[in-house]
């Protein structure tokens, strides 16, 4: 038995449930195809990188177009040329593959030819622009048709993300809805201490931090012992850093940049509070189940957020946190207005998001549903995590 998961990386900073998948699923039993093997070495398993053109050797293009092209290719395709199709054909061989997973729509496309010639079994992970912004386009919706008529099963992290991809075409009967989950003894509850938030998350269209910006420098004034740590880096720093200065609550900010997962577990621990604007990107672009949501609600924060894809599923207003509308940044304003003028009630929202993370969110019932599914068995040892 020999597990193949396919993914553009292994070394994403903010993709911890892929990491953890090489790690816990078929431990000693796994082999990697990917674009980049940075960081793959750490692993410990076969690797087969440098799987599709390398856009970043285009000297005639300036570094954003490379960038573009890139995650063009990432996204969109071709399923593989010719000679990476006979080097990841060779490599299945050669490892005794007998079951692949995409862990994104567009990896599994990657490979769906191969899986086909070879007549191996292959699955594939939704978990949230693979189902959105890329499905906008025709031609990876012909991409897409393909896989669903070939795989043998779906995940989706959230319902929201099954009902996008039926609507082009999945049989709704092969989806397991599969949200990521958490590590519960990673995230215990901390020490909270009133007044402190947190947010975590890529500084992208979709997470739309200078909205959760907004809303907090609408209240800051109103709690002036209160302070957001946020973590996270990317395009939208700039815009943050407006947001803080507009409001002139810099004083009542930190910008941590984008941390280990270790360290993301200290600012989290004397937090009380969990604050995201999720919205959909310009580009079409939507959450899936954000990662940090799950884990902030296992650490008994209470999380403050929106009704955008998988979030309400789990933050259930009034019940395991608080959600407004997209976009509706005055109504988060008076949900943090809320909650930080009534720390019960924040402490009350928090405990009931960790029980439900505890009865929905756990990341080992998780990987048991993978594992039935590609039919691997449990695993009676599983490496630390790194």
Do not use: W
């Amino acid at each position: 038995m020999k597990l193949a998961l396919v993914a553009p990386t292994f070394n994403a900073v903010s993709e911890t449930f892929i990491a953890d998948h090489v790690r816990t699923l078929a431990p000693e039993a796994t082999v990697l195809v990917t674009r980049d093997s940075l960081g793959s070495e750490k692993y410990g398993v076969p690797v087969l990188s440098q799987v599709g053109p390398d856009y970043t050797t285009f000297g005639a293009f300036d570094e954003r177009a490379k960038t573009l092209l890139y995650k063009a290719r990432r996204r969109f395709g071709p399923p593989l040329g010719f000679d990476d199709r006979m080097r990841v054909m060779a490599f299945f061989k050669e490892q005794g593959v007998d079951r692949v997973l995409g862990e994104f729509g567009y990896a599994a496309v990657q490979v769906m030819e191969v899986c086909a010639a070879l007549n191996i079994p292959l699955y594939v992970y939704f978990r949230g622009n693979d189902a959105s912004a890329t499905i906008t386009h025709g031609l990876m919706r012909k991409r897409y048709a393909q896989l669903f008529k070939q795989v043998k099963g779906v995940f989706c992290v959230s319902r929201a993300l099954a009902d996008r991809i039926v609507a082009i075409g999945c049989p709704r009967e092969i989806i397991t809805i599969n949200p990521s989950g958490v590590n519960i003894a990673d995230f215990p509850p901390g020490d909270p201490q009133p007044g402190r938030l947190v947010a975590v998350g890529r500084l992208v269209d979709k997470k739309a931090p200078h909205l959760t910006l907004d809303a907090f420098g609408r209240i800051a004034a109103r709690h002036p012992q209160a302070h957001l740590d946020l973590i996270g880096d990317g395009p939208l720093l700039g815009r943050c850093r407006e947001m803080i200065a507009r409001h002139g609550i810099a004083n009542q900010v930190t910008l941590h940049g984008a941390l280990p997962h270790a360290k993301v577990r200290d600012v989290m621990r004397p937090a009380s509070i969990f604050v995201q604007h999720s919205v959909t990107a310009p580009n079409g672009d939507i959450e899936g189940f954000p990662t940090a949501i799950a884990e902030a609600m296992s650490a008994e924060l209470c999380v403050v957020s929106t009704r955008h894809s998988g979030i309400p599923e789990h933050v259930l207003d009034g019940r395991t946190g608080l959600v407004v509308d997209e976009h509706d940044v005055e109504g988060m304003a008076a949900a943090i207005d809320r909650t930080l003028s009534d720390p019960e009630l924040a402490r009350s929202l928090g405990r009931a998001a960790r029980l439900h993370a505890m009865e929905h969110l756990d990341r080992e019932r998780s990987r048991q549903r993978v594992r039935d599914a590609l039919g691997l068995p449990a695993p009676t040892t599983v490496p630390q995590a790194l």
